[in-house]
């Protein structure tokens, strides 16, 4: 049974009031970033974007609607997977380690507007850090998540070919879906786990009429057939696997600047390395857990120099690891099909016709 | 003293020759025992002979002066000493000592010539073998000149 | 706990070659678990940096040795470490030598360089279960007879019923033994292919040519483990740097049976 929410506001004060630091999109800098949010009203009303290979353009909407633009630069991870952690301190004298996150309760982060694409990038990246970083499982235990299914994908986006789709999945707490009419927005919610229920109980709501649920429902579904994007339906793992040589990379890697944009954006990639810092006297060590791109040269350093020294190999690197080998080492693709690596690409590399170039070349001539 | 007959058929560097070829080449050799520090040829020397070596060690070296006779590489038993024989200037390259007791059958290089012109698949047969036997040296030698094992590594 | 290094004393530091040493560490609090044979610390040298190093041995219940070769800032931080200094572990890491292996093998160990620090702990397997296997044979590779490591201990492994075998790429004055690559060595090592048991570590190329030369003789490719190398932040299979292809050298390695790691190998810059 579906609720139907006049307002967010009293979503955001009720979750602010449990000590709950609530993060959503807003407007900065000329894009639609993720911010803390002390009220709903600075929420993007109104705004919306306009992407295309290597473009990103905020617009002006028609309508009030706070969730129809497109993925921003920012992902959840950049709170659940922090760029830069410190991981412990030691004293030079005894060695005695002090770990920052023990004593301290991690922040308790509640995401406001996750989009089903945004969601299953969180639960790839529970995958591959789950398990062995501490630290991240905790900040993820503590997260309250507030999913928006989407009604308005954009030119880039191929969540459904990438195994997605545009209706809400598994792990978020409750779902909203945007019901727009000019300048009336309200939102459907639906919750999707205790914690979801108890704090929707607690908001303002009435039930949601059965044609406010068909309407939901059906915009979801016809966003499903708007993506602007596909990947081919063949097993990509197998294909890449296979098309290591292939005479097409030499072609990417013309363009491909290693920028490595495309890793800062993408809601999966999780690649770090570490930082071993000295206070002035020496006395003092640390370490940081900082943010890294297979894009770097020094990533593969071995024996004084890179394994991967050209950019053809670099970029190989990452789409197959991306959509071929994460099979192997997590059991499940890694890309979910937001489209921002190929929003964020300096020259737009789409990473979709890569992979049908690949599959071409496979093909034969 | 071992039936040379045997020695050579037993030899790795002639497994599989046809028997009456190996009767042939019997006719050519004798054997032949280097105690150890016994020089068998220096460098710059005619090449008159080729060796196989049945036990023991060889070692193929070199004199620079001022760091004396430097051991290039070790040939131990199984294996085959000398192919100068085979292409002018038909002289030594580099040198061989033995380093322990060592038995061979030395080969004489000019009556394994004849017999090899006389019988061209014989020849054929035989070069096949010296060519696997340098190919192989070849590589090695090449490996060694990537001096893997070496730091400092110098970056291409 | 797998990030944060537990403090490991220098008991004891043996030079085994002029940029190379052995450091004996005990636990000072915690020790981490037992290594197996083939696995590696994250060894961390204060406020310097932490590098990946293979055990070479242990020394009683918790000691354990960790040979080093000065290459770069940490590692030649590590291998100035004196008795009494303190340095951090983290691990063991990774998938170890496949030992014990079946009884009744004819192991052969096929060691370039530093690699034979890795295969040392298959070695004192060996020593301690001598019986299990037909034929034992170490075959090792160097630069120069100065760069041999452990050699005062080939006499104390040849009375232990295994058959050591050295070679040097290039001779030094004096030197009696072998010149030439390590794979000169292998003649008359592979009685029936069969029964091979075959462990190898090295530089890359090293170890493709020691496998290609065992397979050649026909021994099988699972037959022939190699221990991998890339490079490595985490151990934890966490940071991401370890791949090559779809294997986490940290975890899925450092140890692959030949025939899996040929196709990675095989393909360049991968």
Sequence with gaps: MAALLESLEPLVTSLREDGYTVIGPVVADGAVVLAELESAAELPYGWGSEVAPGGYRLRRRRDRAAFAHQAGPQSWKSYLHPPRVPLWTVHRKDFTITEPEADEEPPRYAFLGVRPCDLRAIAVQDRVLGGVDGAYARRRAAAFLVAVDCTEPGPTCFCASAGGGTAAGDGADLVLTELVDGENVSYLAEPRSAAGRRRLASLPQRPATAAEMDRARGEVAAAAERMGRSLPATDLRTLLAERLDAGHWAQVAQRCLSCGNCTMVCPTCFCTTVEDTSDLTGEVAGRWLRWDSCFDLDFSYLHGGAVRRSARSRYRQWLTHKLGTWHDQFGESGCVGCGRCIVWCPVGIDLTEEVAALAKEEAGP | ?156 | MNMVPQPYEVVARHEESPDTATLALLPVRQPIATPQPGQFSMVYAFGVGEVPISVSGRAGAMGILHTLRAVGAVTRALHAARPGDVLGLRGPFGAGWGVPAPEGSDLVVVAGGIGLAPLRPVIHHVLGVRGRYRAATVLIGARTPQDLLFTGEYDRWRAGGIDVRVTVDRAAAGWAGHVGVVTTLLDGVVADPARIAAFTCGPELMMRLTARALLERGVPGPAVQVSLERNMRCGVALCGHCQLGPVLVCRDGPVLAYDRAEPLLSVKEL
């Design chain 2, 1 to 156: 003293m071992t039936n040379t007959l045997e020695l050579l058929t037993a030899h790795p560097f002639l497994a599989g020759l046809p028997p009456g070829w190996v009767e042939h080449l019997a006719g050519q050799v004798r054997q032949v025992g280097y105690p150890a520090g016994f020089r068998i040829f220096r460098e710059g020397e005619p090449a008159e002979h080729f060796w196989l070596i049945d036990s023991g060690r060889v070692a193929v070296d070199i004199h620079l002066p001022g760091r004396g006779d430097v051991l290039i590489e070790t040939l131990p038993a199984g294996t085959v000493l000398g192919w100068s024989w085979l292409s002018p200037p038909y002289r030594w390259h580099f040198g061989a000592i033995a380093i322990e007791l060592t038995h061979t059958v030395q080969f004489d290089a000019a009556g394994v010539t004849q017999l090899c012109d006389a019988s061209p698949e014989l020849g054929s047969e035989l070069r096949r073998r010296f060519i696997a036997v340098l190919a192989d040296r070849l590589q090695a030698t090449r490996v060694r000149l990537l001096d893997l094992y070496a730091h400092p590594v110098v970056p291409a």
